[in-house]
């Protein structure tokens, strides 16, 4: 298959898509080993956080939609893309990656005290309603851009900017 501008763009468009907290710029190796029993014991709070919050499981839904958002923008696009693009995506290393971000703002105490909330009732509620909260405010957020594009275009099209689409 030939890379062309649309395939390019596609990619593109995935990656800045995805540059949320699992694709931060940050080292690919997680927390150092240490002997530090508070490093150590903060490693594992957080990897219990991100168990009871279930991280992997929000990463493959935020995922699964994403691409069928894209795949339905993109019908050109060969499934083998797809696919491939799908099985290159490794959930646990995304996860892993969330490590040093939850061990570079919040301090021990504070993860034991997520812990604790996520829980109770309403940190259980939490986990439930968060992934269909992400998945309306990125429709909105989608639908949103797309309406202000189209303002600029026209905008840029009336002051000779870009030639008017046909």
Known sequence: MKINFLFVAVVFFLVTTF???????IPTNTIAPSSNAQEIEKTNNINKLLE???AKNL??????????????????????????????????????????????YFTNEEIKQMIAFYQTPLGQKTITVIPQISQESTAIGTRYGRVAAERALKKLEAEGYIRPSR
């Open 19 to 25: 540059n949320k907290a699992a694709f931060a710029q």
């Open 59 to 104: 990463s493959r839904q935020n995922i699964t939609q994403l691409l069928i958002n894209v795949k339905s923008e993109y019908p050109q696009v060969p499934q083998k893309f797809w696919d491939t693009f799908a099985a290159e995506l490794k959930i646990d290393d995304m996860v892993n990656e969330l490590i040093p971000i939850y061990n570079k």
């Open 52 to 54: 009871i919050t279930g």
